[in-house]
Structure formats: C-alpha cells, structure tokens
C-alpha cells in the first residue's frame, strides 16, 4: 500500500457519509461532494450532511428483525451512522428513533474532524474520471447527474415514487383528547395516541378518499414502493385497510375508556423536548389545503399547526442487477462503485449500509485484499446479493429475513429471528477476522 489513493464521493447523504469515513478515518484522502447549499431536492431543507426526512427513519432496533440486524453488524463494523444514531436517539419503543438536527450535526463535526477528507460543496454534474468514485446521490439525484449515469450505464435508469409524513407543533396538539403509550408496552409510552370511534374513523377515511391530490406531470407513471404507500392510497384498497395498517389499534388501550379504540392515529416525537411530531404512517400526497382539512378531522388535532406537510417525491436508482457486481462496482467500469437508495436498496439503514460496504471494498482492493462480501447468512451480504442477483422487474429491497438462506434446523417461527441473529453475528465476527 505503497502508492496514495485518492477517492471521489458524490453525495453528502447517509451512504456517502458512511463510505467518507470508512476510508478517511483509515489516512486515505476523500473529497465528499455535496450540492447543499447551492441546491436542493424536493425533499430536502437543512444545509448539513447526512439529512433525515423522518425522526424514525432508521426503524426497528431489535436483533429479531432483519433492520435491527443490519444496524448491529454495521456497528460491529465500524458505523459512524449508528454512532451518530445511538448517541442521539429519541424515546421511541422499540424502534431507533433520533433527533434529526444533533443526528446530521454529530456526523458532520466527525467528518470534519479526518484531516484527510474534505469537504466541497459543489453540484456534480458528470462522473470524474480520476479514480476511484463513489456515486451516492441518493434517490433525489439531479437531472444533470442523472443523465450522466444514464449515458454511462447504457441504461435508462428506474424510478419509484415516495412520500413523507406530515410534522406538527406540539403546542399545538389538545393533549386532553390523547393517551401515551407504545404497543403492548405497560407504564407511560413513547408515542401520542389519538383514538378514533367508528364514525369517526369512517368519517376520516372517507375525507381522504375524497381529497385533492397533488397531480402528476402527463410524462410520469406513478409507480409506488409498497413498503411507503401514501395514506390515501391505503385508504382506497378498503375501509379496514387502514384499520388493519397504520391505524391498527392492536395492542393500545385508551385509558379513559378502558377499551380498545376502532382505530388509531399515532404521533412521534421529532426531537428530544417534544416540540414537533411526525405522523406516523401518513405520507400522502394531497394537497396542502386538503392536509390541514382533513387531518385536523381527527379529535386532538382540530388546530394543528403543520411545521411540514406531507409531500411525494420521485427516487431514482439504477437497474442494479444489470448493472453491478456484489461488490458494488459498476461492471462497465470498475473503479466507479454505486452506493446508497441509487444502488437499488430501500430504507436509510440499508442505504448507509451500502455506503459501508463500498468505503470497506475500495480501502480492501487498495491494501491488496481480496473483495469477497460478507458471508450470505448475514444481513450486508444478503442484501448485496439481493440487489445483484438477477432479475426481469427489480425494485428497491429493504433487509428482510426471507433474503437470507433457511435455517439448518427448524424452529419455532416468533424465534426464528433470534436465530438469524446468532447465525449472522457469528458468520460476521469470523469474516472480520479472516480480512484482518
């Protein structure tokens, strides 16, 4: 490792962040690109790095799910994302929850801090031909860029649409009319709850059915990721659709009635003191006007005030399959690695995550390594696998259980999870170890 190594990132998110330090804190010299503040997409407001959208962006935090494994594998390697994450949550049950300003202000200070990295804010408008790259631009990438990697690639690139959830002030909110509490958990809970009988859920359903929606451009085909479907959306695949989904009052009490309410509508905190809350589950794409109308329908939200209404937005990403190795290389060119939602894979987590992985293989092909990926029984390597495995309609892939080999043995399914878990773990520690 004779010889200096110099690497291009494109992208200030989450995955060029995370491959940013993976290869800065180990001496190689970074330059990370972000267009912020010159520009910015549809969806993004704050001048720093490593923008979240959603306080709850990173899901859930336990070993039983596939998300709660990928986050602890990424922290066994290394993660300045799930540093940043878990010195900055919020109270959020289960789920890893984060306050999104000191969340974006931890890794920028870090960043800042690699005597070898530096920061340059500037669009980029073409892929640079010194090697190597790191293409992170996230689902948001602008349309100069875009069509570079269209031209690149040889490919049209994808698209799918996606939406976020509306904020509120929480002074507000009529307190009086909601309840703490989590899912089956007992004592005061992290999220605020808003309990709906049936003429009042019917009555709210049918509003959102009825609602103005932000129209599409003639040229769009809107074509949604089933795991973000916009409220309304949900709303018109049944009445109990939403019952059963977002509002399902499964596992909440109300205190007042002692009972079980038809339905349920569920705020979480933004930040640490409460002062804004994110709707849980009610990304849409109606109106402004028609968000305030019908979402201060529901009881204990008559005068919300609306710190960001909902909104949709078209991400990007590459036909992965086709266009790359499991190592995250593009197979035309590789010294030219894709990293993040633009690689093909769906959620924050998952995104720095391939943001990771692609730092990792770069500093690993630079000290003469070999580039294997992490072992299939772990949450990194099935993903990769997912994404590059082939495919006649790919869409983006978030971790799931059902992306990893089966079980040698069979066990009940509420621990098959827990099983993955070990599995994953162990196969991880001893790839570490063998690429030390």
Known sequence: MNRPLFVCIIGGGLAGCEAAWQLARKGIEVE??????????????????????????????????????LKEEMRLMGSLV???????AVPAGRALAVDR???????????????????????MTDIPEAPPVIIASGPLTSDALAESIAARTGKKHLYFYDAISPIIE???????????????????????????DEGQYNRLWKALLEGEQVKSHAFETMRYFEGCLPIEIIAARGLQTLAFGPMKPVGLIDPRTGRQPCAVVQLRREDLEGHFYNMVGFQTKLTWPEQRRIFRMIPGLERAE??????????????A????????????????FFSGQLSGVEGYVESAAMGLISGVNIFSQHAGRSLSPPPATTALGSLLRAITKPSNNFQPISANFSLFPPLTK????????????????KDLQQWLKEKE
Do not use: W
């Open 32 to 69: 990370l690109n972000e267009m912020k503040p010159h520009r910015y997409s549809q969806a993004h407001r704050s001048e720093r790095l490593a923008e979240l959208v959603c306080s709850n962006s990173l899901r859930s935090n336990s070993l039983d799910s596939a998300v709660g494994l």
């Open 410 to 425: 069979k066990v009940r399914r509420a621990e098959r999870g827990s099983h993955y878990a070990q599995r994953s773990l």
């Open 101 to 123: 300003m000191r969340f974006s202000m931890y890794i920028e200070e870090k960043l800042e801090s690699l005597p070898s990295l530096r920061i340059v804010r500037k669009e």
């Open 321 to 336: 399959p086709e266009l790359l190795l499991v190592t995250l290389q593009l197979k035309l060119d590789r010294r030219i």
């Open 170 to 196: 929480g002074d507000s909110i009529n307190y009086d009319k909601t309840f703490r509490a989590s899912r089956y958990d007992e004592g005061e809970g992290d999220y605020l709850n808003f309990p709906l």
């Open 306 to 319: 609306f710190t960001r209404y909902g909104s949709i937005h078209r991400n990007t990403f590459i036909d």
């Open 82 to 88: 799930m540093e940043a994450a878990d010195a900055t």
